[in-house]
Nanobody, 121 residues
């Protein structure tokens, strides 16, 4: 019953900003990691940014100076603030989470449906 719901994608000109959000809902006991991946046409899906329950972050080199990931733990939500967007950032952005259900001793992977980010030049 776990679901990841993304929002915030859209069309922006180069140099602009967007903020993506991903809210996890359902039968959740614990969240180990939440993050964002992206996939452009003809390219492999790649990690953009991730954050652990302890607050440790990880960024792709191509975005680390421009993007920021941060959580709202009370709402099981993670945000991706994207600044100084470039046409190369155009992709479908997918939320990802490692979540443990109540009583379970392991984490499972969950994915959102994806949200389109298009940056015009």
């Amino acid at each position: 019953q776990v679901q990841l719901v993304e929002s915030g994608g859209g069309l922006v000109q180069a140099g602009g900003s967007l903020r993506l959000s991903c809210a996890a809902s359902g039968s959740i006991f614990s969240i180990n990691v939440m993050g964002w991946y992206r996939q452009a046409p003809g390219k492999q899906r790649e990690l953009v940014a991730a954050i652990t329950s302890g607050g440790t972050t990880n960024y792709a080199d191509s975005v680390k100076d421009r993007f920021t990931i941060f959580p709202d733990n009370a709402k099981n939500t993670v945000f991706l603030q994207m600044n100084s967007l470039k046409p190369e950032d155009t992709a479908v952005y997918y939320c990802h989470a490692e979540i443990a259900m109540p009583t379970m001793t392991f984490f499972s992977n969950y994915w959102g449906r994806g949200t389109q980010v298009t940056v015009s030049s």
